[in-house]
DNA sequence: TTGTAAGCGTTATCAA
DNA sequence: TTGATAACGCTTACAA
């Protein structure tokens, strides 16, 4: 009675009830007199009972968990998205389990079998920058937990998803800098698998080419991983050539913010010599001078909706078979640091 | 049998065993012939057998679950003590449940109900600056669940506790602008019942006192919150008064941020006319203009000792009732924005 | 309106 | 060396 935390039984026996009695009055169940209701109800207040999930998980084959995999937690972007998925999450019966893969495809898969053995009815994921095949993401879906995938598509994976049309965000920021004036417009890319990658590249290159730009290979780096030194050395490629571009579309912005302090050590004043757009619209990016022109994306959103179309599917015993694919519109944000 | 997982039965029919000659085999249980063993195992193997948790979870009334309560995951500083935890934590038993209390004392109060129901095995926490009662740690304690205090002290808790040497961190920082020739230093403190501003607050002090230089109440100003935003108003009280300081000591970097963006918007030349010095060094403070001064916490050591306390906490069954209070020593890293 | 009993998947105890 | 059984806490037919 001392060991251990209340149960059924325990609220049974000082009721002289049986247990499924006491469970369904929790459970308001309609065969239950409104007196014992009454009782129950106010001795596991007083006792402050709390069900077994394990027991209860066991029974139902549900964890009642969901799993959300995302390549790391430092960007607004995905601890936005995070906090998204929590505010449609939490108000549920639903737990969540953050698992953060490093950007690393070896510490994704081992996370999706610590998830499928944990026996999460759920994963909402966003792969990580190493990511080229997706039969861990199969595997799950085999053991017919439903995949939810968000910003980062897996092409071929046969899920829901919810993404953002990068084409169109980098369309846009590198048309606008052809409009302002830019010449030499280059671009930084991110880790060449991603398909956010393959999609804002393919955004600039159509943009150059509809406003009969020429492509020039030698405008065009990609980095390693997202974060500032990343940047560094492929933003010193681009800007130590004779022929210095006069503009830059990075893939995100702490990559641009590298490119930024490249531009300014070269002495180059921005934006009068060199325009510099980023994508993402983190936050700090306001506050860095000049401020970063940038791609706004509705990463609150994304969470939310991932989450919902997730929980969704729950609801409806993941029977449905067609999968949605949901595409949200980015937007240029213009600062100080393009004309 | 096609239904739903593999379960230890389903191996014990293939191979005419009982379960549990099947559990045993399967945990290397002494008594259980090698070949058994290896034909258990092979198969296993094959079926992709993976133990049911919850089954495990309720016999042994352990979770294997591990809860983490942050106030946000934003800054680098809380996702690195994150990976401090995850680097320790991953490879043992034990998952990890990521909760983010968004600073809110009432969040945080519904985060510690929701892992106590949930039966997690432990749980690390750094309080939301909202938080001044300790009743729900308290009551975890109660349940047997051991707590973990990191980063953020919870005065009069009892428990084991991993802290920065917050004063030591501020009166450094305080002591080199004075050293540095500033004669006018102010202090933008954190929200008010947070020991970390405490502690820095009184190194500020300390060090303005033992160096013989007067406490100007109209110097310090206070922070609701941590954020870029929430430093804007309290730095432009400091710097829009008469007598405008000549040195600034905020609670953290994003604080330091706000304070040179008034600054400069001010007029003030940083570090010619002000000297301003942040905490945390976050990453993306040594690319602002001009690199930003700072105090450094071994963030990602605090968050592997915090998990190994914990799990060593786990391992004896809680028994012991010393608890540990380790302290770390922070650094002042001196950039660009300081004399 | 309530109680009984079975079962979820696993391990530990006892017996064979 | 292996098997049968009970137990963990809960829900749900089925019975009363």
Redesign the interface.
Request: positive net charge; proline residues 7%; charged residues 15%.
């Given at each position: 009675m001392r060991k251990?935390?209340v149960t059924l039984k325990d609220i049974a026996v000082k009721l002289n009830l049986s247990p499924s009695t006491v469970s369904r009055a929790l459970n308001d169940h309609p065969a239950i007199g409104d007196s014992t209701k009454k009782a129950v109800k106010r001795l596991a207040e007083v006792l402050d009972y709390?069900?077994?999930?394990?027991?209860l998980?066991?029974l139902q084959?549900k964890?009642h968990t969901i799993g959300v995999i995302v390549p790391?937690?430092?960007s607004?972007f995905f601890?936005a998205i995070?906090?998204g998925i929590?505010d449609v999450v939490g108000p549920t019966q639903y737990?969540?389990?953050?698992c953060?893969s490093n950007e690393s495809f070896e510490e994704e898969v081992t996370l999706v079998k610590?998830l499928?053995?944990?026996?999460v009815d759920g994963i909402l994921v966003s792969p990580a920058s190493g990511t080229k095949s997706f039969e861990h993401f199969q595997n799950l879906q085999k053991?017919e937990i439903p995949v939810v995938v968000f910003d980062r598509d897996c092409p071929g994976l046969d899920s829901d998803k919810v993404l953002v049309d990068d084409y169109s965000g980098a369309y846009q920021a590198v048309e606008y800098l052809i409009h302002s004036g830019c010449k030499k417009i280059a671009h930084l890319g991110g880790p060449l698998n991603l398909s956010t990658t393959k999609h804002r590249m393919q955004g600039y290159l159509d943009a150059l080419e509809k406003n009969n730009m020429p492509i020039r290979k030698e405008y065009i780096q990609h980095v390693q991983g997202f974060?500032?030194n990343d940047g560094l050395k492929p933003a010193k490629k681009l800007l130590n050539q004779t022929d210095v571009p006069d503009a830059i579309f990075a893939i995100n912005d702490?990559i641009a913010?590298s490119a930024?302090?490249i531009a300014?050590k070269n002495g180059l004043r921005i934006p009068e010599d060199i325009s510099i757009v980023g994508f993402d619209d983190e936050?700090?990016s306001?506050?860095?001078?000049p401020s970063l022109s940038t791609v706004w994306q509705p990463v609150y959103s994304m969470g939310m909706l991932s989450a919902r179309i997730l929980l969704k599917r729950l609801k409806d015993n993941n029977v449905a078979k067609n999968f949605r694919e949901e595409i949200f519109k980015p937007e240029l944000v213009v600062r100080a640091s393009s004309k």
């Open positions: 251990g935390r709390q069900p077994n999930p394990m027991a998980g066991l084959k964890s790391e937690i430092t607004h601890s995070i906090t929590q737990n969540i389990m953050i953060i610590k499928s053995r944990m026996r053991n974060s500032h702490n913010t930024m302090h300014k936050p700090h306001t506050y860095f001078s």
